[in-house]
């Protein structure tokens, strides 16, 4: 079995996702495919259950890179990522702190 990282995604799309349909966005390794996904959460995350899982890969953006004043102008492009929705069928696993703390006010 091959050692996946899987790391949580910690933004507002993805705390709409989980608390309405317990959805969580990670980013992994490009290579990584559904199975090596579903297991790494399983082990990295205790008491979850896996339903279902898609990715999608998205291109790097084009930037333009500029190597003096009139010379040399050109682009290259950022980094590939790739993330991964899963849907989970049992447990949760806390990436944002929904612990809210009241003020009192005096």
Excluded: C, H, W
């Amino acid at each position: 079995m091959k050692l996946t990282l899987v790391t949580p995604r910690a933004t507002e799309k993805a705390y709409r996702l989980i608390t309405v349909q317990n959805t969580y966005i990670f980013d992994v390794p490009l290579d990584a495919n559904k199975q090596e996904i579903k297991d790494a959460v399983e082990a990295q995350f205790d008491k979850t259950k896996v339903a279902s899982v898609t990715t999608l890969v998205q291109s790097g953006k084009s930037i333009r890179s500029n190597r003096g004043k009139r010379r040399y102008p050109g682009t290259t492009t950022r980094q590939d990522t790739k993330k991964a929705y899963v849907t989970l069928s049992e447990g949760k696993i806390k990436v944002f702190d929904t612990d809210e703390k009241k003020e009192e006010k005096k």
